[in-house]
């Protein structure tokens, strides 16, 4: 009779076993490890052409001294004997273990407390420790295991030589701790308490801002008191010792505490200048050039104040910006129209003192390179920017009339659209504005969800390029003269003409005040 309940582990069993941790974590800990058939089995089973575990990434927990040396013998590090008394300061996030069947339980629940939150344990158990849970002991136990993240159980028949005894190969994932930093958390509630009392009309008067602010303020204020608190350390624990145990690198070119504020200055501005509501609005080419002066943004401080000179600096420069992407946007569509496979994008109309004048028709196609000539896939990343570019075009000329739809959460930016279309497969989306097709050949084809905004795109176009009168839309179709009224029936007819002039304050004024600056989204 095996009265130390020592059954070595079956290579085919051991493998089994290790293949049910998803990511091994050295050190890995392996209580009970007798001869090292466990440890030798997942070595093999994650044996990749990138390379192997070693024993050294093993730490070994083995009660007969004989074991125990033949373990140290083989280049394995036993750091202790009795497993169910040993409290590691370290938490483990690998645990694999074939424990003594009478203890089973007693054993699982041990290594269950002394893995690291979001760790992972697989063991070789008796199945009637499962199966049959009559004590307090196991049903303790199977309450933890259902208490975890992940637990699965595989049941094996005649697991060990000259035994017939039915197993329990069990896979258990701890649950991951909340991710939290007292430091941060105590700074975030002082300032918010130190806002509040000092200014408490600043969240009614810049909203979200604010609460990002807050945020900034905290997150300087522990990150300098934590580079502190580690140079303290450093400095009371070095003294004495071969080597320090923390080396700070801070991701700047400054050194200390200047370096740390500039770092977190530049993420703070980063995520303000991606926010949701700066995304719809800034075209491609903005975007790059904000963002090209990041480095320079990062001396200031996210404050109050520097954030509503950021907005008066955007504010200023977005009607330019917005203006020439309007006309990019239309020369794209227009530009090509000498060719066969464009000549449909127009329609040719009697201009304002000249007869070269045409509109956009409600389908377009322009060249748009979106596929992969080696692997014959969509590339969304490819054609992002030039299809937001056009989208936000159509949003600055469309005033936010149709974000007040009653459907206008259904839609989602041109960006999102591409890359749920790259995962699903598809070459065909809808958005807020157009019907999107893209096809292999190198071509895109646009067709406006909404005629009203399709006009007002060709009344813009058309003033900026003088091909309609000064006065267009702002007089009565009866108070034209000849030539005025001949542009107009050219262009849209008297009926479409006279709904002009009845909504010209839609179609003919653009938005004064298209910057909302608020914190969103990063």
């Known amino acids: 009779m095996n009265f130390e309940q020592y059954y070595p582990t079956l290579p085919e069993i051991g493998e089994r076993l290790a293949k049910m941790i998803e990511l091994p974590q050295p050190p890995i800990l392996e209580p009970s490890t007798g001869t090292g058939n466990l440890i030798q089995a997942f070595m093999d089973a994650h044996s990749t052409r990138w390379g192997r575990y070693s024993t050294n990434d093993f730490h070994c927990v083995e009660l007969n001294p004989e074991r125990a040396a033949a373990l140290k013998g083989n280049d394995f590090t036993v750091i202790w004997d009795d497993f169910l008394t040993f409290n590691p300061l370290l938490p483990y996030r690998t645990i694999i273990m074939n424990p003594p069947f009478h203890d089973g339980a007693k054993h699982l629940q041990h290594a269950l407390n002394i893995l690291a939150d979001g760790g992972e344990i697989a063991c070789i158990l008796n199945a009637e420790t499962i199966r049959n849970p009559y004590t307090n002991e196991r049903r303790a136990l199977i309450q933890e295991l259902e208490d975890a993240e992940d637990y699965t159980v595989e049941y094996v028949q005649s697991a060990f030589v000259d035994t017939d005894v039915e197993v329990a190969l069990i896979h258990v994932k701890k649950k991951a701790a909340t991710i939290k930093c007292a430091t941060f958390d105590n700074f975030k509630k002082s300032v918010v308490a130190e806002r509040e009392q000092s200014d408490p009309q600043a969240l009614i008067r810049h909203g979200e801002v604010n609460v990002l602010i807050d945020l900034y303020r905290a997150e300087v204020k522990a990150a300098l008191t934590l580079y502190d608190e580690i140079q303290n350390y450093n400095a009371l624990t070095s003294k004495n010792a071969a080597e320090k145990v923390f080396e700070i690198k801070i991701n700047s070119h400054e050194r200390g505490h200047a370096g740390i504020v500039k770092k977190i200055n530049y993420n703070y501005w980063f995520r303000l200048l991606h926010s949701k509501e700066l995304d719809r609005l800034l075209t491609a080419d903005a975007q790059r050039d904000y963002s090209s002066k990041l480095r320079e943004m990062q001396e200031y401080e996210f404050n109050e104040r520097n954030i509503l000179q950021l ?39 009697n201009g304002w003192k000249t007869n070269k004048a045409f509109k956009c028709n409600k389908k377009v196609i322009i060249p748009l390179y979106a596929f992969d000539t080696y692997w014959k896939e969509f590339r969304a990343h490819r054609v992002k920017d030039q299809l937001a570019d056009i989208e936000k075009a159509m949003n600055y000329l469309d005033c936010g009339r149709m974000d007040g739809d009653e459907h206008s959460e259904q839609w989602d930016d041109m960006a999102t659209c591409l890359e749920r279309a790259q995962e699903m497969g598809f070459t065909k989306i809808t958005t807020k504005h157009f019907a999107v097709a893209v096809y292999k050949k190198g071509t895109c084809h646009l067709t406006f969800n909404d005629e009203t905004l399709l006009k007002k795109f060709n009344l813009y176009c058309g003033r900026k390029l003088n091909w309609l009168p000064d006065g267009y839309g702002f007089k009565a179709y009866s108070d034209l003269d000849d030539e005025e009224r001949a542009v107009a029936d050219s262009f849209e007819g008297r009926t479409s003409y006279e709904e002009t002039f009845r909504n010209r304050q839609f179609y003919l004024q653009s938005n004064s005040n298209p910057l909302m600056l608020t914190a969103g989204k990063s």
């Open 311 to 349: 907005k008066a600096d955007l504010t200023k420069n977005l009607f330019g910006s917005i203006d020439a992407a309007i006309m990019k946007v239309w020369h794209n569509f227009t530009d090509r129209f000498a060719l066969a496979e464009y000549s449909k994008n127009i329609h040719y109309y």
